[in-house]
């Protein structure tokens, strides 16, 4: 069933032969090998994948690296293989804290990432997510699996296809994610696997057996996800599911099954807050809609906003965490703290979530006020801002700093979560093409990049005064002066304007 390429053939053939090896050492039985896992239905659907992990019947994973080590040095298979087939063996020790429950040694073998592993079975205690792990079956290791489709093995010394839970092959046919045991158990024995049966079924575009959504949704095993998985493992979980190929699908799964609330959460407050979602599906759904969606308006956001994987990547993150927006924390941000302690994302993402949260309301004045200008269908308001011109809105857009794009990513987020109808969506849309249209237009989209066209030096001699709190003020009448006068390359005018600054802001000191 499975077509293995000549580098497939290769590597199959290699580790046959460390098998036999072993083998004929004394005391020693030949082990099985088998690839398991999410190898197997990769190539089940037509993927190619270059990380496969192996299966090992008899002995631990560390033990095979150091035979297969051992046999490579032999003359016969030196020659037949080369030097450097072998990239480093590098151990992973168990760690149950970390949902890692046996050791793992991950390597590079002719090209592919291989982990080896011995076949287990995992007994849990009644009161500890933590199991006993033991050598097991191929049958025991395929049922203790999270989902049916993820527990087919490729037996490498008959080449074929092995479904030990007998339904793995039908749930690829049917496109289900299905446990292997009874969902209820399996989901109490480790709360982690409702993440990946969510991430499962988002990626590969499959449905969640009813049976198994009705476990997923259990208070019990709620609270236990909540409370007894590591906030680090949720978080790695999340990350797969937006950076994998449907995360709108994957973040409706977690709002439908009621598990925002289980997931992004602060652990370290005190106080549980609930946050409102009931319309937070106007936010992921329209974002998806503005990736994907070939109208003028919604190419011409993901042109300016999406540009790149990453950019996707944070936006998604923004999506999630829009619900916290307009919760209120006398510390830092309450949507970066889900980010930090909730997620345990890296410091980077949360300072990106931080800056959206605390630069919002701006982004979304500055936004207003300039259709308030054009007379975009807007009625006319009372102006917080002075006339927005290029000069205006490039100072605005480098006060966002760099990821100023995911700063009005978060802000749309937020105003289609609180549009309450589809028009109003389409409303937010247009309104947001046009204001980004106008950068574009004003050539300001990579202004946090601009240089000042005079420098620190040059401004405490025009102002004849050592530098001081009052440079940065200095620079940024440079960086406007520049902004409005893209064109004119006498450097002596906003020298002069500088001049002009300084003696204002004397006499006003001076008074």
């Not at 019947?57 to 087939?85: A, C, I, Q, V």
Request: net charge neutral.
């Amino acid at each position: 069933m499975i077509s293995l390429t000549d580098q497939e053939k290769t590597l199959r053939q290699l580790l046959l032969e460390v098998s036999d090896y072993i083998g004929l050492q004394e005391g020693c039985t030949r082990p099985e090998l088998r690839i398991t896992g999410g190898w197997v239905r990769d190539r089940l659907l037509g993927v190619q994948s270059k990380d496969i992990d192996i299966g090992i019947s008899s002995m631990t994973g560390s033990e095979f690296g150091r035979m297969m080590k051992e046999y490579l040095t032999n003359p016969e298979p030196l020659t037949k293989y080369g030097e450097g087939t072998l990239g480093r063996l590098a151990e992973i020790v168990a760690n149950p804290e970390k949902s890692k429950h046996l050791d793992t040694v991950t390597t590079n073998l002719l090209g592919f990432d291989v982990d080896l592993v011995n076949l287990r079975k995992e007994e849990y205690a009644e009161h500890s997510r933590i199991p006993t792990v033991k050598f097991g079956s191929p049958e025991e290791d395929a049922l203790r699996r999270d989902a049916t489709v993820n527990a087919l093995f490729y037996n490498l010394s008959t080449s074929e296809v092995e479904d030990f839970t007998g339904r793995g092959l039908e749930d690829m046919k049917l496109k289900i994610i299905r446990t292997p045991l009874p969902s209820y158990q399996t989901f109490k024995d480790d709360p982690l696997r409702i993440l990946r049966c969510i991430r499962f079924a988002s990626k590969l575009g499959y449905e969640i057996d009813p049976a198994t959504e009705i476990s997923m949704g259990n208070p019990e095993i709620k609270i236990a996800l909540r409370d007894k998985i590591s906030r680090e493992r949720v978080g790695i979980e999340i990350e797969k599911m937006l950076r994998g190929p449907e995360p709108c699908t994957a973040l409706g799964l977690i709002h439908r099954l009621d598990l925002y609330d289980t997931i992004f959460i602060d652990p370290k407050s005190v106080e549980v807050i609930g946050v409102k979602t009931e319309h937070w599906a106007s936010a992921y759904e329209e974002i998806r809609s503005s990736l994907k969606d070939k109208s003028d308006e919604h190419q011409l956001i993901r042109n300016i906003l999406f540009r790149d994987k990453e950019d996707e990547y944070l936006a998604w993150i923004l999506v999630a965490l829009v619900p916290w927006a307009r919760v209120k924390s006398s510390s830092k941000p309450a949507a970066g703290r889900v980010a930090r302690e909730g997620l345990k994302r890296p410091s980077a993402v949360c300072k990106v979530v931080d800056e959206a949260v605390l630069n919002i309301t701006d982004v979304i004045q500055i936004k207003n006020a300039f259709l308030d200008e054009i007379n975009v269908g807007k009625v006319p308001q009372k102006r917080k801002h002075e006339s927005l011109d290029r000069g205006r809105l490039g100072m605005k857009v480098r006060q966002w700093g760099p990821h100023w794009r995911s700063c009005v990513i978060f802000a749309l987020a937020l105003e289609l979560l609180e549009s309450k109808q589809k028009v109003d969506c389409q409303r937010v849309f247009k309104e947001y093409a046009t204001w980004l249209r106008a950068l574009r237009d004003f050539r300001i989209l990579d202004v946090c990049g601009l240089k000042h066209v005079i420098d620190g030096r040059r401004v405490k001699a025009i102002c004849g005064s050592d530098g001081g709190p009052w440079m940065k003020e200095a620079l940024d009448v440079v960086m406007e002066w520049q902004l409005r006068n893209p064109e004119d390359p006498n450097i002596e005018k906003c020298e002069a304007k500088v001049k002009e600054w300084w003696e204002e802001r004397r006499a006003v000191t001076k008074v």
